[in-house]
């Protein structure tokens, strides 16, 4: 409309999904197309987000959420539909790139104190973990990976035959979400889902922590007492 202000690449990148399957109005829409027909980023942003869509409904097995956990959803999404939107789908794309890819660990674990130190010289941060794994939730490995414009230390957990990925980055610069907030120990945290997945995001100073699995919800949650139970 006029004197409304030109949408920028976040506005146009949380907005993706939903351009590709048509769930915009008409103006959105054709706004979302000429920002990319004009930005190289987005256009590969783009891409990629059409390149993890195929990956997730024809290639990964589906898990399909509960029949409660649909209509919870749904009569949550028209209050806070860009807010989650935007948090779970990239945390959800950068577990995707880990599954999907032909070598989805850079390093095996031989434990924590073998995978941490490895990241040494490969990110500009150095990632804090507590939780070294254990019986129930064993350490797989690790990779770098992206969250948004960043590097991110992945490392891959496992519960039973499902991979959790732990994505950690800095977290200065972005906006976090701030309502729907559950503590766990000592840390706030903001749970959501999207296409089929948990996330489960918080802060620990510097350092910005999310958790993605296809894993059951609560199950998640155990994971992360033991993420944030030591400082």
């Known amino acids: 409309m006029p004197g409304e202000t030109p949408m920028n690449c976040e506005d146009v990148r949380i907005r993706l999904l939903d351009y590709q399957r048509g769930r915009l109005t008409l103006p959105a829409q054709a706004e979302v197309r000429t920002h990319l027909n004009g930005c190289a980023d987005c256009t590969r942003a783009d891409a990629v987000e059409q390149e993890l869509t195929s990956v997730l409904e024809h290639r990964l097995p589906q898990h399909p959420a509960s029949l ?84 991110a230390a992945v490392f891959v957990y496992a519960r039973r035959l499902h991979p959790i990925s732990l994505l950690v980055f800095r977290a200065d610069g972005l906006a976090w979400p701030v309502r729907d907030l559950t503590r766990i ?47």
């Open 68 to 151: 409660a956990l649909r209509r919870r959803l749904a009569a949550e999404w028209p209050a806070s539909a860009t807010e989650r939107s935007w948090w779970s789908r990239w945390n959800v794309n950068d577990h995707l790139r880990v599954l999907s890819s032909q070598h989805p660990l850079d390093i095996e674990s031989g434990g924590l104190h073998q995978v941490k130190p490895w990241f040494e010289g490969r990110l500009d941060f150095a990632p804090v973990v507590p939780f070294e794994g254990d019986a129930d939730f064993p350490l797989k490995g690790g990779a770098v990976g992206y969250f948004r414009d960043r590097k």
């Open 185 to 231: 120990g000592p840390v706030e945290t903001h749970a959501t889902a999207e296409r089929g997945f948990n996330v489960i995001m918080w802060r620990r100073g510097e350092l910005g922590y999310a958790l993605v699995s296809d894993v059951d919800a609560r199950e998640l949650g155990r994971l992360a007492a033991r993420m944030t139970a030591s400082p």
